[in-house]
Structure formats: structure tokens, C-alpha cells
């Protein structure tokens, strides 16, 4: 049954006369008039029963969410691609590692996961129709926009007025709540969706202004029309607006655009799912008031490309509601500040004083807004990167004793003091640079043979035994320090030789056994010289005792990153753009392709595989679940690299390094009972 008006999350009036402009879906919320937090998160990808949880971990009187909701119920399945059920599944929190991967074994046609996902007894892509039944009750009311991933009928029927639910409140584009909190009227202004520059003037399966299908949903011009005149009806000098999206005004210029229209004082958005929350304003990231009107500048040039593209088509088919919508839409794209004259200051209140959040997922982190007595605080929280692993990274030690410990680091200076760096000392490196140990390569402006002994039997510093020396020996030190600079040079090419990837193996990346997750930027290089360290499992380490500094000693390449895809039956020639986008909405999360060529006949050419490598698991879940069938002829083979083998190089060491130990951990390895066994199949 419908519930109460006050707790109505339908999206539109009940009638309208016809002709008649519908009246706006406005109510006020009284929360708290001295003090009070608001909870905002982002994809919370339909663990609904959640939201309890985190409102009361927060305090928070209400909840603001920024899309990725999980607008599914039981009819849509049938409505879903299977692109994007995939999509669904590899991301949805009601889904465990194990159950997820047997669901998504290769060997599953999508009609046998389609009937795995509509026998199961509980719901495994979102809890909304828990939350439909009453099963699920909010606590506290939650303000939502829709997101990327969501089913457009669902949203229709909000705004019908079949579903009702208390406490739930769809914000859209026809749709404002005002949130009285804190000594502040937030009034909240919506826009649901992907932000989609060729869908723009394509409604897809939705009707009115409302765009989506397949699983999808995406923000139109009509809907950028309206919100704009919704928010020019219900404008109050008195309220605080906070323009709530799914897509990022920093990274959209439309959507920065639309925050000026509307008069927004904030902006909370997701739909970039970083691991911390971003805050920020114009004036803090632009480098001029003229970077900001360029950005604004482009979107609009931009825009007007597709516009010129479909207007005749478009101004054809509109009546004319559709067509006053248009032209406040198109009224935003021309929602560019004036330049300053004169080298004046700007005097546009975007500039500084609108503030964005954009928002990471809600597995990860949230932004709680602490308004009391008209002050909002913000508290930011992110589970963030996992640094740990550093620890690991000890510094290097100086060569085997015997060898010569009075020269200068390679940096051409002394330690602190004046002393030089003595047997049994370390040599401390910054974590993320190379690491040096103490080297017989002489320093620059140093002699290559034994620095020269004062009386006092210590050494001299740098220079002071070239002091009353002759021509001759001028000359000849001339030659000497030729012959090293020549040396140092073969020095490094032999290092960039040691960490060059081979047999398909990348360097300089991070694959220990207590965090599988590859950490990006983090490279450990070698020198190349003697009595330099090497590589070990990822790990700097001195070189042995074995070696006596009187050769190079061979690097050990670390493991490869452990989110790594091979791709095999690939077109030749191919281009890195063209596999990432093979990974269609992937390929954000692609941070290395490696193609390897073949030298035959003193000729270099591509071979018909490639490494495409993830910064963590979920990116590289994402590529398996949205890579597309065909690569223009080719139809492309893609699974789980092994560890660090190409086609041809050999079986390698034993049972694979840690990357391959950390997928297996992980249930994404192969097993060794047979290549046809999917991953993570333990059945």
C-alpha cells in the first residue's frame, strides 16, 4: 500500500490537466533544528540493508546517496543485457567470492547464469525487493538519485506511483526535497544517471524525460532542461543548494555548467570510484579564472557538435513542454562566466564558493556533513590504499667487507658530517626509488682508483688531491674520468636491460602474499655495476656474499601484477587502444598492455597475444565481465595470466611465483588439476 504523502517517494504529481505545466514534487523535512549529520555515500549496489547499519555507525539523521542504488526487482532480469548482468554480478556486495565465481565460470552460457541468479532464494543482484515487501525497513530517511546501473522501469513506476516506499526519496530532474537541519534549509536538487554526451537526446526505454534500457540509465538534455526549471520554481533566498549527481561536475563541464544554472552552493557526486573522497572548489584545482572558462568553453563546443549533429531531427519530434525543456538545457550549455577585464577579479561565485564532493563507493568510505548552528563541518572516511607492504622494503647494505668503503655516495656527496659511508653502514633510500647500495662505481668528479690519503690516513675530500697537479696529469684525468663516464652509461643500459620485461613479465610490481592487490608506482630498479642490489620478489636485497662485488650480479625479475589478463587470438597488427577498447567501460581501469614481438630474421613483429594488466581485482573482474566478442575479425580468447609464461618460454619455476600463489589464494588461479577447470571452482 502507498504509504503517507510525507514519506512518498513518488517522482511525480498524481494528475495534471492536459496542456497544464505539473506542479513541482516538493516537500520540507524538518530533522533537527539545532544539530544534526547527514550520512553521504555512493553505490551502495543494492545492499540495502546496510544503509541501517551505516546511519547509525554515522549518527546521521538522514541519508544522501549519489546513485548505483539498485533499482532492480524480480521482473528485471528479463530486462537486463547480459553485458550488463555480468557487470551486476561481478560487483554486487550480496554475492560471495566463491558463489560469484561459479556463477561466472566460462564454461556458463548466460541462460545457465540467468536461471542460477532467478533460483536462488535470496536476491543476489539488490535487496530492493526486501525492501519493496517491507522485509527492509530505513531507519532514517534516504535522498537518492539513480545511477549507471539500474532498471529505467523501476523508476518508472516510482513515478507512476506503483512503488511507494517510506522513507525513500527519488530525487530527480521534476523532483526537490528540503532537508530543515542544523540552523540550515538544504534544498536538494537531483540528476540521476551516466553522464553519456552521444545519449544526451536518447530516452532509450524511458518515457518523458527519463532515459534508460538494458539495465542502464543515462542523463538527457530534456532532463538537464527540467531540473533547471524546477529549480528556478522552487528558488528561496533563504536555502542552502546542494545538487546532487552521479556524474562528476569535475569531470563533466556540462555538469559544472548545470551547478551555475541552478544556483548550486554544493555538489556531492560519485560514478569515479576512487578509494577517498575528493573535496574541492574551482578556484583550488583551476590555475586561473580563465582555466575555469576554458573548461566550460570546451564542454560547450563539445555539445554543440552532437547538437548540430541530431537538431533537426530532435526539434521534430518535440511538443511544446519538450521544446521550453530544450531551451533552458540548451541555456545551460551557454552558462559560460565572461572573461575578467582589465587582470580584475572574478567576480562568478562558483568560482570559490561552491564546493564538490565527489564521493567513493560506499564499501570504501563516506562524507558525513555535521551542521549545527548553521556550520557545516565535513568528516571524510576512505578505507584507502594499503600501504603496508613498504615495510618489506628494507634498505640496502653496503657490499661484502674488503671492498673499498671510502668512496663517495653516487650522488657526489658525503654523508653528513663529512665522514664517508663506512663498512656496516646503510644507505637509506626514499620507498618508491631506486635503491642504492654502496658501489666501486667512483662518484662524479672522484678518481676511479683509490681516493687519495691524507696525512692524517683518512680520505680526502673530492678535488684536494688534484690540488699543484700538472698538465699532464690534468690530461690524463681528463681521459680517466671519460673512460667512467662511458662506464656508468653501460652501467645503466645494462639496467634497463635487467628490468626490461620479459617472457611477459612486467617489472615493478607488487606481489607479496600478504596483499594480492597490485599497488601502481612502486619500482625497485637495478644499477647494473657492481655490488649493487637486486631484485628478489619484488623486494630490494643486497647483493651476496657469493658474488664479492667482482661481477654484475643477475637481477631476479619480481612477480607479475596478479591482476593480469591474457588475451591470445588477437589481429596482427593491433594497437594498445585498440585492446583496451575491446574492454569497452574496462579499460578505465587498464594500466599497462604489453604486446610481445617476435625478431625473426633480424625483422620485428607482434605476436598474436597480449598481457593486459588491472590496478586491483575489481578492475580486472571488470574486464572479464565487459569485454566484447569481436576485435574486428579476431574473436579474442581472454583469461587469468599465468605466472609470468608467455606461449613458448618453458614451464618456468615449479608451481608459479606469488602472483600466481596470491590468485590461487584468491579463487581467480588455475588449478593444477586440468586447464579446463574454471576459477575458483573447488567442485
Known amino acids: 500500500m502507498p504509504g503517507p504523502a510525507s514519506t512518498s517517494s513518488n517522482t511525480r504529481p498524481s ?14 523535512k524538518v530533522l533537527d533544528t539545532v544539530q544534526g549529520r547527514l550520512l553521504c555515500i555512493a553505490d551502495i549496489r543494492g545492499n540495502l540493508a546496510h544503509l541501517n547499519t551505516l546511519a547509525a555507525e554515522a549518527n546521521a539523521k538522514a541519508i544522501i546517496h549519489t546513485g548505483d542504488f539498485g533499482f ?115 534544498r536538494l536538487l537531483g540528476l540521476g544517471g551516466a553522464f553519456v554526451p552521444h545519449k544526451l537526446f536518447d530516452n532509450g526505454d524511458g518515457q518523458a524525460t527519463i532515459a534508460g534500457g538494458q539495465g542502464t540509465m ?40 548545470l551547478a551555475l544554472a541552478v544556483k548550486a552552493d554544493l555538489t556531492i557526486s560519485a560514478g569515479l ?50 521544446k521550453l525543456l530544450l531551451e533552458k538545457a540548451l541555456s545551460v550549455v551557454e552558462r559560460v562566466p565572461p572573461p575578467v577585464a582589465g587582470g580584475g577579479s572574478a567576480d562568478e561565485n562558483a568560482w570559490k564558493n561552491c564546493w564538490n564532493w565527489n564521493l567513493t563507493d560506499a564499501a570504501f568510505g563516506q562524507l558525513v556533513l555535521d551542521i549545527k548552528e548553521g556550520r557545516v563541518n565535513a568528516e571524510m572516511r576512505s578505507q584507502g590504499f594499503n600501504y603496508a607492504y613498504r615495510r618489506q622494503a628494507t634498505p640496502t647494505t653496503p657490499g661484502p667487507a674488503g671492498q673499498d668503503s671510502g668512496l663517495a655516495l653516487p650522488t657526489g656527496q658525503n654523508q ?23 658501489s666501486t662505481t667512483p662518484a662524479p668528479n672522484a678518481k676511479p682508483t683509490s681516493p687519495s690519503i691524507s696525512k692524517s690516513g683518512t680520505p680526502a675530500p673530492v678535488g684536494e688531491s688534484e690540488l699543484g697537479s700538472t698538465d699532464k696529469d690534468k690530461d690524463a684525468m681528463k681521459k680517466e674520468k671519460k673512460k667512467q663516464k662511458d662506464k656508468e652509461k653501460k652501467a645503466e643500459r645494462a639496467a634497463e636491460r635487467a ?60 612477480p607479475r601484477n596478479p591482476w593480469t589478463l591474457f588475451v591470445k587470438h588477437l589481429p596482427v597488427p593491433v594497437t594498445e587502444e585498440e585492446i583496451k577498447d575491446f574492454f569497452g567501460e574496462a ?5 599497462h598492455v604489453k604486446i610481445p614481438q617476435s625478431y625473426q630474421g633480424g ?13 586491483d581485482e575489481e578492475a580486472m573482474k571488470a574486464g572479464l565481465a565487459k569485454k566484447a566478442e569481436k576485435l574486428r575479425d579476431a574473436t579474442p580468447q581472454v583469461s587469468v595470466a599465468e605466472d609470468n609464461r608467455e606461449p613458448g618460454s618453458g614451464r618456468g619455476r615449479g608451481r608459479g611465483g606469488l602472483a600466481m600463489r596470491g590468485l590461487q589464494a584468491a579463487g581467480l588461479g588455475r588449478q593444477p588439476s586440468g586447464r579446463g577447470k574454471p576459477p575458483g571452482d573447488d567442485n
Not at 572558462?293 to 549533429?309: M, V
Open 15 to 28: 494528475s495534471t490537466m492536459p496542456g497544464q505545466r505539473p506542479a513541482i514534487n516538493t516537500q520540507t
Open 72 to 186: 532492480i526487482d524480480a521482473a528485471s532480469l528479463d530486462r537486463i543485457s547480459d553485458r550488463t548482468l555480468r557487470h551486476l554480478i561481478m560487483y554486487s556486495p550480496l554475492i560471495t567470492m566463491p558463489h560469484r565465481n561459479r556463477i561466472l565460470a566460462p564454461e556458463n552460457t548466460t541462460s545457465a547464469i540467468r536461471e542460477m541468479i532467478a533460483a536462488s532464494t535470496t536476491p543476489l543482484l539488490s535487496d530492493f525487493p526486501r525492501l519493496l515487501s517491507g522485509e527492509i525497513k530505513l531507519s532514517v530517511p534516504v535522498y537518492t538519485v539513480y545511477g549507471a546501473c539500474e532498471d529505467v522501469a523501476v523508476l518508472e513506476r516510482f513515478r507512476a506511483g506503483q512503488y511507494n516506499i517510506e522513507n525513500l526519496h527519488v530525487i530527480d530532474e521534476a523532483t526537490t526535497r528540503c532537508i530543515d537541519i542544523g540552523g540550515v534549509k538544504f
Open 218 to 257: 543515462w542523463t538527457t538534455a530534456l532532463q538537464v532542461g527540467e531540473l533547471v526549471d524546477t529549480a528556478q520554481r522552487v528558488y528561496d533566498v533563504t536555502e542552502t543548494r546542494i545538487l546532487v549527481s552521479h556524474a562528476s561536475p569535475g569531470r563533466e563541464g556540462l555538469m559544472a555548467q
Open 273 to 322: 570510484h576512487f578509494r577517498y573522497p575528493t573535496s574541492y572548489n574551482e578556484f583550488s584545482v583551476q590555475s586561473d579564472f580563465e582555466g575555469f572558462r576554458t573548461k566550460l568553453l570546451s564542454s560547450k563546443e563539445n555539445f554543440e557538435k552532437i547538437w548540430d549533429a541530431v537538431k533537426s531531427q530532435v526539434e521534430a519530434v518535440l511538443d511544446d513542454n519538450q
Open 416 to 438: 653528513p658530517g663529512g665522514g664517508s659511508v663506512g663498512p656496516g653502514s646503510a644507505v637509506p633510500t626514499k620507498p618508491g626509488t631506486p635503491a642504492y647500495s654502496k
Open 499 to 558: 628490468s626490461m620485461p620479459q617472457n611477459g613479465e612486467v617489472n615493478g610490481q607488487e606481489g607479496g602474499k600478504k596483499d594480492k592487490k597490485f599497488n601502481e608506482g612502486v619500482r625497485v630498479d637495478t644499477m647494473g655495476v657492481e655490488g649493487t642490489s637486486t631484485v628478489e620478489d619484488g623486494l630490494a636485497v643486497s647483493p651476496s656474499a657469493e658474488t664479492g662485488g667482482g661481477h654484475t650480479p643477475t637481477s631476479r625479475r619480481g
Open 587 to 591: 579499460r578505465n581501469g587498464i594500466i
Open 603 to 615: 625483422a620485428k613483429s607482434q605476436r598474436h597475444f597480449a598481457y593486459v594488466e588491472f590496478g
